[in-house]
Nanobody, 124 residues
Framework: VQLQASGGGPVQAGGSLRLSCAAS????????MGWFRQAPGKVREFVAG????????QYEDSVKGRFTISRDNAKNTVYLQMDSLEPEDTAVYYC??????????????????WGRGTQVTVSS
């Protein structure tokens, strides 16, 4: 499956962005999906994940209540709605997919497919 992330850009603190992860080659309804981010000089970290076949979600503590992961199987796309953005959210955001059912993967090694990142820059 090929993944393409988009929707990043510059935004002021307190603003919102919606990232999209479009898939081709396979249907995303048979994959658990995740969003990760990597800030300069830091390791890539888990942000949010959603399982399959049930859409159970999990979030990193610092984004709980601000970010929402969702999927639209008809569009073969997964989203990350980001509200109340903070400068600390500045990073390159990546989407990823794995095929293990009823499971939310939270580490890089558990994912089989990755998209190119999209830059999010939050200014204060």
């Amino acid at each position: 499956v090929q993944l393409q992330a988009s929707g990043g850009g510059p935004v002021q603190a307190g603003g919102s962005l919606r990232l999209s992860c479009a898939a081709s080659g396979r249907t995303l309804s048979y994959y658990g999906m995740g969003w990760f981010r990597q800030a300069p000089g830091k390791v890539r970290e888990f942000v949010a994940g959603v399982s399959w076949p049930k859409d159970i979600t999990q979030y990193e503590d610092s984004v709980k209540g601000r970010f929402t992961i969702s999927r639209d199987n008809a569009k073969n796309t997964v989203y990350l709605q980001m509200d109340s953005l903070e400068p600390e959210d500045t990073a390159v955001y990546y989407c990823a997919a794995h095929s293990r059912p009823f499971y939310i993967a939270t580490t890089r090694g558990e994912y089989d497919y990755w998209g190119r990142g999209t830059q999010v820059t939050v200014s204060s």
